[in-house]
Structure formats: structure tokens, C-alpha cells
């Protein structure tokens, strides 16, 4: 299955995000499945999650643009999974880690996860990749 993760540095309005979805899939069944304090998932199809965040934490490298998105770098993307697994360890996360892995070493991966999230234990994240 697609799943796409969107985050914002502001707070997010779920009422009002769910109804520009609605009208921007209007071809198309959206289904709202998560909505908490700035959090909404939609399942778009039966087939495509997409999940938007109100994020308070800043994008420590520049963005990456690819076919009109603007991404955030695989260092940013590889410490927020660092983070993700620590408390809610997802087999997905863990598929992500290893191909961020590929790319960029563990020991500056977790460099760049411990100077994002001040509140990060090394060895907990370190515990939580065995």
C-alpha cells in the first residue's frame, strides 16, 4: 500500500484539511480513519494512506525537490525514524532505517537524530535497533 507522511510546522486545522481533501479527491472516496490534536489520516481509494502532522520540530538540512514536493532530506527523514522507534517500533520504520542505512552510516545518522530531538536517549535508540 502508498503511504504518504506530510508534516508542517504550524498547527494544522483537521476539520478544515479534511474538507480540501474532500473537494481536491472529489473523484475519488476519501476517508478520514485518524483525527486527534493536529493529526489526520485519510485512506484515499480503499488503497492510499496519507497522514498530515502539525510538527514542532525544525528541518535541520535543506529540503530536497522532486517532481514538484518538496522533501525533506533522507537525514531528516532517517532521525525521525530513529525517533519512531524508540517509542512506537513499526516493521515499516524499520524497513525505511535500513534502506536510509544504506545511504548514510549509523553513527552519523544518530549524530543527526540526537543534535533534531534534544530529548533523544542514544542508548535507547540504540536498544531499540536490536
Same mark, same amino acid.
Given at each position: ?64 525537490? #522532486?517532481?514538484? *514536493? /518538496?522533501?525533506?532530506?533522507?537525514? &531528516? ?5 530513529? $525517533?519512531? +522507534? ?24 544518530? #549524530?543527526?537524530? *540526537? /543534535?533534531?530531538?534534544?530529548?533523544? &536517549? ?5 536498544? $531499540?535497533? +536490536?
Amino acid at each position: 500500500s502508498l503511504d504518504f507522511d506530510f508534516f508542517g510546522q504550524k498547527e494544522i486545522d483537521t476539520k478544515k484539511l479534511f474538507i480540501v481533501l474532500k473537494k481536491v479527491f472529489k473523484k475519488h472516496k476519501v476517508l478520514k480513519i485518524q483525527e486527534e490534536s493536529n493529526t489526520l489520516t485519510v485512506l484515499v481509494d480503499n488503497s492510499t494512506k496519507m497522514s498530515f502532522f502539525g510538527y514542532p520540530y525544525k528541518l535541520l538540512n535543506k529540503t530536497v525537490d #522532486e517532481d514538484n *514536493l /518538496r522533501l525533506a532530506s533522507i537525514e &531528516d527523514i532517517g532521525s525521525m525514524k530513529l $525517533s519512531a +522507534v524508540t517509542g512506537r517500533a513499526s516493521n515499516k520504520d524499520y524497513i525505511d532505517l535500513y534502506y536510509i542505512l544504506q545511504k548514510i552510516g549509523l553513527r552519523d545518522l544518530l #549524530e543527526e537524530a *540526537l /543534535r533534531k530531538f534534544d530529548d533523544l &536517549d542514544r542508548n535507547l535508540i540504540l536498544k $531499540s535497533l +536490536v
